[in-house]
């Protein structure tokens, strides 16, 4: 497939990303093993009557859907494509609460309609009156990738210049016991900034959103380009190092052409293995971490997504992120081109994503 | 029996919680206006939470959409149909 332009974004994140063109903004830490997102002023992209309606996760999706497509002129793109691992956990929670109290009997038509996980496909087009190809991947660990491949698709097949994509996902207090009892938190409490520091099982929960506005066409600015991703479903070594020699080959660089890998170490000490292959793989690449900065969630590589956009385009990593976790190994003023994304959720749904500096 | 004025009060609190009405008192709520369109400004999906709401307080089941349009109308169309027709 071609690569694609990232003409726009925005994102919704535990960090004060919305709206920030600073990026040695300070970090934001928790000590509550779970990251909440940093909601903006909504009123400049709800109107009041919906609002009302609305939980936090329909705001912030919808908020960073509107905002990403304000910030490229208001386009009308051929289509619009999200990913959510869950959808909208509030919604859903308080429909299945009152199947429960009430007998299923005098449900809430809001918070049904709100938990079906195409919401903010749906809320957006009738919003911008977008009435093209509209599709929501609800795939795990993998919403987020599918959306972009199918973006990719998308234009590459010539049945669009311009894709709406993006993902998002919503932490709940329940959502977040459930799986605390599966195991997929930290038992003890830990400072996010000591996260990879953690030499025990489970991570931090998180949250977040992002949205890109995706092009056949080269903005005139400086263009990051979507080159490639692979998907790899519960992947043995081999399949990782090979789908990596492969995605190196396939785009014509070689593995000291990737500057940055950002890699999706979450701190559990039992899930580490796979990015030490990475890193070993790549030892000329500077690596950079970021789950300490948004949690872990099912779609968290838009964060990464995002993260490397903004650190293409501005040619510099941010200063919150030099850290003893991410200790720079290049000097500061070498210039970034590549970036590959690698992220591992919970070895299910692992993912390899490619961006580059369009030449 | 909760007399009238007493179960209208009621009602606005009901539609202000249910309904999501950030801000709003009680006393903001005209009682004679229409609910839908001008008024309140309500929808269609407002509509369909009232009827929710009437079936989980006052064990009203509205099965006939004229029927429904009629008995919210206004709060105090509402509150004298509640009253006709409640079974808790």
Redesign the interface.
Known sequence: MKPVYIISSSCISPQASFHNENLDIPLHHTNENVFYCIEPDYSKFINPVQIRRMSRALKMGFTAAIDCLQKAGDPRPQGIIIGTGKGCMTDTEQFLHSMREFNETALNPTNFIHSTYNQINGMVALNKKINSYNVTYVHRGFSFEHSLIDAMMLIDDGDAEMVLTGSFDEMTSEHFDVKQIWGFWKEEKIDSNQLMLSQTGGTIAGEGTSFYLLSNQKPSSIAVALQDIRTLYKPSNDDIKNTLNLILKDNEITHDDIDIIMLGESGDYHRQAPYQLIREALPMSQPLVFKHLCGEYDTSTNFAFWLSTEILQHQSIPRYLISPLNQLIKPSSSSIKTILIYNNYFEQNQSMILLRLAD | MQDQQELILTLKTQIIE?????GMTPDEIDNNAPLFGEGL?L?S?DS??LM?LL??NYGIKIEDAREGRKAMESVTAMAQYISEHRTK
């Open positions: 249910s309904l999501n009405l950030q400004g929808d999906i369909l939470e929710v079936e989980r």
